[in-house]
């Protein structure tokens, strides 16, 4: 049977939080479709894992929510010359242990990165290393989320990802569009995965 989500809290970078006056989030679209759901968003731009773990975590697992969004990783790659995955891994897997411990009862669920340098006008060698950080941290991401049964939501791997789109115009943050279509994709997976109570996105009846 089908339960309702009380809480919903989404923690991460800007891939989540949005640019400022965005229109629409992949979280709103989520929180929408999660009948009376009270719902917050911590992400925060710019963020790294660090500032995800050290910051945003202790203060959503304060909530004491039933849904959790935990999407980082982006800036980590964008911020060194030389990511590293593996540290990712320990820190995203420490995460996803406190909130098991924390919050016994929260579903959870992450994303996958699109190829941030898809779309952005880079040197060659900037975007070669952006576009293998970018796969080295997802399939960290992939690895982590399967070894502790979370929900890993492919928007790397999607046909979607491909089309300009659903890009904003700096070609790295998702559209409006962009932001709609990946909320109506987790609203589905969320459904199929989890035992809550969802209600079809806009996108998803349009």
Partial sequence: MSQRVGKYVAIGDSFTCGLEGDEVRWADEVAGALPG?????????????????????????EREPDLVSLVCG??????????????????????LERIRTEAPGAHVFTITYPDLSRFVDL??????????????????MRSVAQRNGVLCV????????????????????????????????????????????TSPTKEATA
């Fill in 154 to 197: 492919e928007a790397a791997e999607h046909p979607e990802a491909e089309e300009r789109e659903n890009f904003a115009s700096d070609g790295f943050h998702a559209s409006p569009e962009g932001h709609r279509r990946l909320g109506a994709n987790i609203v589905r997976q969320l459904g199929e995965r989890f035992p809550i109570e």
């Fill in 37 to 61: 759901a009270e719902y917050v968003n911590l992400a925060v731009v710019g963020a790294t894992s660090e500032v995800v773990e050290e910051q945003q975590l202790p203060e959503a697992l």
């Fill in 123 to 140: 040197r060659p060698r900037t975007q070669a290393r952006v576009a293998r950080g970018t796969r080295l941290y997802n399939a960290a």
């Fill in 74 to 95: 982006a800036n980590d790659v964008l911020e060194t010359v030389r990511p590293d995955p593996g540290l990712y891994a320990g820190r995203l897997s420490r995460m």
